[in-house]
């Protein structure tokens, strides 16, 4: 576990210092303890010798001091280096996720990450600094207590030695009951951290319901559950706790028994007595506070697994002369397949989109319109064939230099809680006023930020919640036209949009397409996309079943013509008032 708990650390040079100073502390009290032999041989006689009691009483003394003044240091220190150790292990963690392809972040995955960044990271460096301390005195001062009473007395040093391994094997096993009870709380935590972000993201449909505050089955029955595992936990850890307990009792007992038997046939002096006594006390005491410690500490070492299976997440694999420039920003899917584990999603996918024109994908949910959108953009790495972006297979590309290339504009775009203006400098922070104000128009953004009250600086709201779904997708527009992106995939919203918005969207794609230096990819939802669009692939079951103009496609009255018209159908119904 501490070697494990090292290796998270970039820089472990404070936690090593951290350590040393236990090390020394421990050390240093299972010695002075053993001070009291010679001074109560000394001391406890008809005539007390105080020449020979004066040297160990004088070293005892400075001893005393030492240990004081470290004990004073050790809790502000360890305090100081918590708090360093966990932002430490934060930045380590945050850098490491920030190289993980895009599609890692799964809503558990998210879930997982906001835990183990928040919960695991900050108990991982607290534990190590305020926990690992008395573990490290509860281990080394009675090994260093058994080290003294050798040199007192062997036979009691062998009771020592005997109690010493039945405890450790009790505290193991007490131990693994307890990691596996606290792994199960985990898993049941991270269940309702997920369970509470959907709880909260379905709240409208939950009150349009009726059941806003009760209604997630979901998040009850992890609620039940996180309970229902801690109870057991408690149940299970019971027995293995109260038979270590046990153990260092009857140590205890034992140590009492044998001392009193070895004083009373006079094989053993009243000071050794004494002093074997205080040091037995000493022995089994750090030994009892072991057992309180070892939940934390076995949740520690759970948190450090936590921390590690982020860390040993492979990163998107990286080329070392990967290509930083394309020249043109043509897309190729070259005879792709992928699956998302053991689901297929894409089978031996070809099509071609060239600089200047736009690509509509249509195709019945789940054919896997959204799954190639994300492999030009790799958040996933194909299982055969390849995806060449400018020519360039986007595994030899520089990952930043494709990013930079493109701009996605999602159906639900995320907006940060600041105004409109810095929303949209997120795509090019130095831009000037002219740039922003051309991107807007072509956006058509320049008409809402108009209405809005304060303008270019109004707040957007959390997540952009003062704005529509199609104002949005006109902000990520905007920033796609800041950006200068030569890709834009774009995925059309599904539903319904008021007129205003639908119009502004279309115009807003079509002003896209006229740089005769971009390719757009668009997941086409409405007719009027479709007619502008150059070409058009239709998928199903993750096949091309068409690829070719819309007008040539709906001559040929294929997949395409048959959705054009549930398109047009859909469009041309309305509700009587
Ligand atoms: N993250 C994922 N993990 C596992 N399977 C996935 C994942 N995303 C998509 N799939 C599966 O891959 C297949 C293709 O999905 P994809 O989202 O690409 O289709 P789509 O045409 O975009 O659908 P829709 O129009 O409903 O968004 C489907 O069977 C889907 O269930």
């Given at each position: 576990m501490i070697r494990h708990m090292y290796r998270l650390y970039p820089h472990p040079g404070l936690l090593v210092r951290l350590t040393v100073l236990h090390v020394v502390l421990a050390v240093l009290q299972g010695l002075l303890l053993g001070s009291l032999v010679p001074i109560l041989r000394a001391l406890l006689r008809p005539e007390p010798d105080f020449a020979t009691a004066t040297p160990w009483l004088v070293a005892g003394g400075i001893g005393v001091l030492v240990y004081w003044a470290l004990k004073v240091i050790a809790t502000p220190v360890g305090f100081a280096a918590s708090m360093h150790l966990a932002a430490q292990l934060r930045h380590h963690l945050m850098r490491h996720v920030a190289t993980?392809?895009?599609?890692?972040?799964?809503g558990d995955r998210k879930a997982r990450l906001s835990r183990t960044v928040t919960t695991s990271a900050g108990n991982v460096a607290h534990l190590a600094a305020t926990f690992g301390p008395p573990a490290i005195t509860g281990t080394l001062v009675p090994i260093t207590v058994v080290a003294v009473t050798f040199v007192v007395d062997w036979r009691l040093a062998l009771v020592f030695l005997i109690i010493l391994p039945i405890a450790f094997l009790a505290l193991r096993r007490a131990g693994r009951i307890t990691s596996e009870a606290d792994r199960e709380l985990e898993e049941a935590a991270v269940e309702i951290a997920g369970r509470a972000i959907e709880f909260g993201q379905a709240q409208p449909v939950l009150r349009a319901a009726g059941?806003?505050?009760?209604?997630?089955a979901r998040m009850r029955h992890a609620l039940d559950d996180h309970r229902d595992r801690y109870l057991r936990g408690l149940r299970r850890s019971l027995f293995p706790d109260l038979t270590y307990t046990g153990v260092v009792m009857v140590g205890f007992v034992a140590v009492l028994v044998f001392g009193a038997q070895f004083l009373l046939n006079g094989s053993l002096a009243v000071p050794d007595t004494v002093a074997l006594l205080v040091l037995a006390v000493r022995f089994l005491e750090p030994l009892g506070t072991l057992t309180e410690l070892l939940g934390t500490l076995h949740a520690m070492d759970n948190a450090i697994s936590r921390v590690e299976s982020i860390l040993h997440t492979p990163a998107l694999p990286h080329k070392k002369n990967a290509v930083r420039r394309i020249e043109e920003a043509s897309i190729e899917f070259d005879d792709v397949t992928f699956s998302y584990g053991d689901t297929p999603a894409l089978s031996n996918v070809s099509f071609v989109c060239r600089p200047g024109t736009t690509t509509a994908l249509v195709g019945p949910s789940g054919s896997g319109k959204t799954t190639v959108t994300r492999l030009v953009a790799r958040f996933f790495d194909v299982d055969s064939g390849s995806v060449r972006v400018g020519g360039v297979d986007v595994r030899d590309l520089d990952h930043a230099t494709l990013l930079g290339e493109i701009a996605i504009v999602f159906q639900d775009v995320y907006l940060f809680d600041t105004t409109i203006e810095e929303n949209l400098r997120l795509a090019r922070p130095d831009a000037t006023r002219e740039e922003l104000e051309a991107a807007a128009r072509a956006a058509r953004l320049d008409e809402v930020i108009e209405r809005?009250?304060?303008?270019?600086?109004t707040q957007v709201g959390e997540g952009g919640a003062q704005l529509s779904g199609g104002e949005r997708q006109r902000v990520s527009i905007a920033r796609a036209f800041l950006k200068r992106a030569r890709i834009v995939l774009l995925d059309e919203a599904g539903s319904a949009l008021d007129p205003e918005n639908e119009g502004a969207i279309s115009e807003a794609i079509a002003n896209l397409a006229r740089d005769p230096e971009r390719t757009v990819i668009v997941i086409a939802h409405r007719p009027a996309t479709l007619a502008t669009a150059d070409f058009v692939v239709a998928l199903d079951g993750g096949r091309v079943m068409e690829f070719g103009s819309p007008v040539d496609l709906l001559r040929t009255g294929g997949t395409f013509a048959r959705l054009h018209n549930q398109y047009e159908h859909a469009r041309s119904w309305h509700i009587a008032t």
């Open positions: 993980l392809p895009l599609g890692w972040f799964t059941v806003g505050a009760t209604g997630s809005l009250p304060d303008g270019w600086d």
